[in-house]
């Protein structure tokens, strides 16, 4: 065999080589592909996934888009009056997974009439032609709640549409295949309410070491949580545990419902009452604290440094044109300007009203405006509406319920404004006594444009239009005038002449708990008092000169008389002149739930003649005035009181200024102590003619024939405070005591109204032209009526807030923004869409440890409130406002329109005036709005086949959490802030 020639090698090699390259290339092309293919997946995977994020935060930004369209009001626009801005603005109230709206306008804006879901919807098909259809299940995984609920959503389809584009929407449950609109995914979502829930960095527990205020969010009660396995309460330690890591170390807030898991390493459970109870919790809530005819709540306080300021962009304070500072919230701005911090609302002359001695100073300069004024026209306009929006088609409003007959020109409603300011005065007030408001509206003699204006007054007032208000002094029940028959020798500045001898004897009361244990009515213990010393004074005001009885002397020692001053009827109070009762070394201290009778003895320089000739008292009455006041004596006439304000006064007043006592004919005889009487029974109603009533023996020293107290009572309407069992209760005489002392010192309220429940001991009887209903007060109960047209009182706790409390480290989250407050508990907890899931914890919190549960199981009363069950029996509730007709008849569960329609439940105050106390302790924690929204939804991105089936190629499920406020910075007015939204948190959920 012959070899191959050298050249043939060569060639072979080659082409192994070739070959070599060729496959390799080969390797490469194929590796390169298939890893262009995986990438070509990875991409569309990944395409898809964000795809399907996208398609999750629809339902985020369908919740914004539509709180921004229900709960937004545009701002007032150029030239619109105050009035149809303030019609337009609406009311609206929100729960788990709805708002409650009125109807589109022109309908009233204030009255609510339909639900808008707070999500995709509730499924209402029973089966599906494909399982790919069947609608997603929200709690997947426990993703919301640790309990077994399905949360079962209808899907929202997402279609690629040329005709409008570049999506369409599709709400049908089994969406029509089209090749021209493919379906390119879905999404659904629901939205929860966090102010139904329990806010767990605010929230603590009542009593023990807890001495905030009733008002303050700790309050709320952490051992209402329960675990799910056992029905065991979270215990009292762990409370303290969550409480002491937000205010004391490390002094720093929850960033998740479930962070305080963290502290399971020293207090063990609490990660498991966290997990059970997840659905209930949460760690950031507020609501805007609105009334519902969309302006901020009227702060009831007198203190403006509890009242938040209105900032400049550069976060400086804000002022008005006039210089004065802008206020975020409005409040009773009564006290005057000048020398602000030490002024007392206590001190009538601290108040800018108008008065003629402060209102100008030293060289002729008007001060301040009359800032009292401002505020009374404020309360009076809410007082006067008649579109409150929870009585249907009724025109009722408090002025026509309670000042029925009053003309327009004295419309008379300004008297219950003032017991309103008079109330708050007394909380605020660190003097003991404090003189009640006396005022009165455009007063001929007026001048300037207080002419117009309710104006303060320190004397007495007497004609029409004049009011005087509830103070915190002892109150005069009782008094009586006698007059000798026979004359007697007096010596009058050496002059000898007859005289008659008379008697004016009243009887001073100080109620059991009216804030003060005892006054001493003579506290100079001297013989004499010194001059200028600081005394109690007793005033009639016939014993002026001029007053057409003739002139009244006082006898100063033996016969020795001294005529009374011109234009004075003000005499102190000596220890002689007291006769009944009274303890201490001059037997004068009126002590609290007791009596005291003072006589004052002068003379009279007119005979008794029964002839209206000399005006003799006994033609047609004796017309009085009677009084007590506490001041300094005049230095110059120490017996009588000095000028300026008294640091205290009461006087009993009519509109036509005196008070007409029947006198008995003393015949021809010596001076004989009175028989008969003028009594009166509510000792607040003590100024109108006919609130004081002649009897025939009196009652001096003890309670008077006229109280009606655990009487039945009368047919009045309204109604009048009544107990447990129907019988006229006094329960309501109460006034706090001063700032400082007491309950209303630095371990308790310190001066402040902490509950706008303490709006229930505001006297509503007092009329002074039509005559005073006694005992009654803004009721905080089921109203007596047949049905619910007539405008029920409660409606008032609306209208108000109390003064923000400090939270410690957690201040932030308490008051979030200048005009929103968190912690509160919504009442509207009904979760909507799904109703089986029951949400009651915070409702439970509110009343878990109440002070005035009365013995009532509190998991009975939270159950009460969550179902709506109203109060039966005499004292049975209504359903008012939304949706206008009572359960089990309506369509849809019941809805609060406001937190105070919970005095109509089973429970709460349907056990009398004193069951009224529960209504202040919790009242003030509710709310019925919120405006922190957990959003929680779920995107797919889904492929159509061309035979019309749906593949799904990613899904994401989403959490957010999205707060609407009020932003103020830099606003106009007060009322145009700028609502504004913003996420606050926001994570992916993972539930596989």
Same mark, same amino acid.
């Given at each position: 065999?012959?070899?191959?020639? =050298? ?58 888009? #539509? ?37 589109? =306008? ?41 309990? #077994? ?25 089994? /969406? ?46 952490? #051992? ?343 234009? &004075? ?47 003799? /008292? ?55 102590? /009175? ?127 109390? /003064? ?26 009904? &979760? ?25 199981? =509190? ?87 061309? #035979? ?45």
């Amino acid at each position: 065999m012959n070899a191959l020639p =050298p050249s043939a090698r060569p060639r072979g090699f080659a082409l192994i080589i070739t070959l070599f390259f060729i496959v390799l290339l080969c390797v490469i092309v194929v590796g390169f592909l298939n890893s262009s293919r995986v990438e070509r997946v990875a991409a569309a995977s990944h395409l898809d996934r964000e795809s399907a994020t996208h398609f999750a935060s629809e339902g985020i930004e369908r919740t914004v888009a #539509t709180l921004q369209q229900q709960t937004v009001d545009p701002a007032q626009m150029a030239g619109e009056s105050d009035a149809d801005y303030l019609a337009r603005k609406r009311h609206w109230i929100s729960q788990p997974g709805a708002l409650i709206v009125p109807n589109d =306008p022109p309908a009233d804006q204030k009255q609510l009439q339909k639900r808008i879901d707070l999500s995709s919807g509730i499924p209402a098909a029973a089966s599906y032609s494909d399982p790919v259809l069947q609608p997603p299940n929200l709690n997947l995984n426990h993703l919301i709640t640790e309990r #077994t609920d399905e949360m079962k959503l209808k899907w929202v389809y997402v279609r690629k549409d040329a005709d409008f584009p570049p999506y369409s929407y599709d709400f049908d449950e089994e /969406p029509k295949f089209d090749a021209k609109k493919p379906i390119i995914g879905r999404f659904a979502y629901w939205v929860d309410d966090e102010s139904s829930k329990i806010n767990y960095n605010l929230a603590w527990k009542r009593g023990g070491s807890n001495t905030n205020p009733v008002s303050h969010p700790s309050c709320i009660n952490l #051992t209402a949580l329960k675990r799910a396995a056992d029905g065991s309460a979270l215990s009292e330690t762990m409370a303290d545990a969550m409480h002491n890591w937000t205010t004391g170390t490390p002094g720093r807030y929850f960033n998740t419902f479930a962070d305080a898991r963290q502290l399971d390493a020293t207090t063990s459970g609490i990660t498991r009452f966290l997990s059970d109870n997840k659905f209930e919790l949460t760690h950031f809530n507020h609501d805007p604290d609105t009334t519902f005819f969309g302006e901020d709540r009227i702060m009831l306080t007198t203190n403006r440094d509890l009242v938040p300021t209105v900032k400049n962009p550069d976060g400086t304070v804000a002022h008005n044109p006039d210089g004065s500072i802008k206020y975020a919230r409005r409040f009773l701005d009564i006290l005057r300007d000048d020398n602000y911090q030490t002024r007392d609302p206590g001190i009538v002359g601290d108040i800018a009203g108008g008065q003629e001695d402060w209102q100008k100073d030293l060289s002729g300069n008007t001060l301040l405006p009359n800032k009292f004024d401002a505020v009374m026209q404020m309360l009076i306009g809410y007082l006067s509406k008649t579109n409150w929006p929870l009585v249907s088609g009724s025109t009722t409003s408090f002025a026509s319920k309670y000042y029925s007959g009053a003309p327009a020109t004295d419309p008379q409603i300004g008297q219950f404004a003032a017991n309103i300011i008079d109330y708050v005065r007394a909380k605020e007030s660190a003097q003991p006594m404090i003189p009640p408001l006396r005022f009165a509206k455009g007063r001929p003699t007026e001048k300037g444009d207080n002419k117009n204006k309710y104006t303060l007054y320190s004397a007495p007032l007497t004609a029409a239009g004049s009011y005087q208000g509830v103070c915190r002094a002892p109150y005069i029940t009782e008094f009586a005038v006698s007059e000798s028959g026979t004359a007697s020798a007096i010596s009058v500045s050496g002059t000898n002449m007859q005289g008659w001898e008379m008697y004016f004897q009243a009887e001073l009361f100080l109620p059991q708990n009216y804030g003060l244990d005892s006054i001493d009515l003579v506290p100079d213990t001297g013989a004499n008092p010194a001059a200028s010393s600081t005394g109690w004074f007793i005033s009639f005001t016939t014993l002026s000169p001029g007053s057409g009885y003739g002139t009244f002397y006082f006898p100063t020692g033996g016969n020795s008389c001294i005529p009374f001053p011109a234009g &004075v009827n003000t005499i102190r109070i000596f220890k002689d002149d007291i006769i009944a009762g009274g303890d201490g070394p001059n037997h004068s201290v009126l002590k609290a739930g007791s009596y005291v009778v003072v006589r004052k003895r002068v003379y009279r320089d007119r005979a008794f003649k029964a002839s209206a000739d000399q005006k003799n /008292p006994w033609s047609g009455g004796f017309a009085t005035r009677v009084g007590i006041t506490l001041g300094q004596g005049d230095p110059a006439q120490p017996l009588f009181v000095g000028k300026g304000w008294p640091s205290a006064c009461l006087v009993q007043q009519t509109a036509s200024g005196v008070i007409h006592c029947e006198l008995e004919d003393p015949g021809t005889g010596p001076l004989k102590p /009175p028989g008969a009487s003028m009594e009166i029974d509510d000792p607040r109603c003590g100024v109108a003619s006919s609130d004081w009533v002649k009897v025939a023996s009196n009652t001096f020293g003890s309670q008077n024939s006229r109280w009606t107290v655990g009487k039945s009572p009368g047919s009045f309407s309204p109604q009048q405070d009544t107990d447990e069992n129907g019988l006229v209760s006094d329960a309501s005489l109460y006034m706090p005591p001063p700032k400082g002392v007491g309950a209303n010192g630095p371990t308790g309220d310190n001066g402040r109204v902490t509950s706008i429940g303490e709006l229930g001991y505001v006297c509503t009887g007092v009329n002074a032209g039509a005559g005073s209903v006694p005992w009654r007060t803004i009721r905080l109960q089921p109203n007596k009526y047949p049905d619910a047209t007539t405008l029920p009182d409660w409606a008032l706790l609306e209208l108000f807030t109390v /003064p923000n409390t400090d939270a410690g480290a957690s201040d932030a989250l308490y008051k979030p923004h200048d005009t929103s407050v968190g912690g509160r508990v919504n009442v509207n907890s009904h &979760v909507a869409g799904f109703e089986n899931m029951t949400r009651d914890r915070g409702l439970a919190a509110l009343l878990t440890g109440a002070p005035h549960l009365n013995g009532a199981d =509190p998991e009975t009363v939270a159950t009460n409130i969550y179902q709506h069950l109203l109060a039966t029996g005499a004292n049975a509730g209504k359903v008012y406002g939304y949706p206008w007709k009572p359960a089990p008849a309506s369509t849809e569960p019941n809805i609060y329109d406001t937190p105070g329609e919970i005095c109509e439940i089973n429970g709460v105050a349907d056990g009398g005036e004193k069951s009224e106390a529960l209504v202040r302790d919790i009242v003030s924690l509710t709310t019925a709005r919120g405006e922190v929204f957990s959003i929680y939804t779920v995107g797919q991105t889904l492929k159509q086949t061309p #035979t019309g089936k749906l593949v799904v190629t990613a899904e994401q499920r989403q959490q957010a959490m999205v707060e609407r406020y009020v932003d103020k910075t830099g606003t106009a007015t007060d009322d145009n802030g700028l609502v504004r939204f913003r996420t606050i948190y926001f994570q992916n959920l993972a539930p596989y």
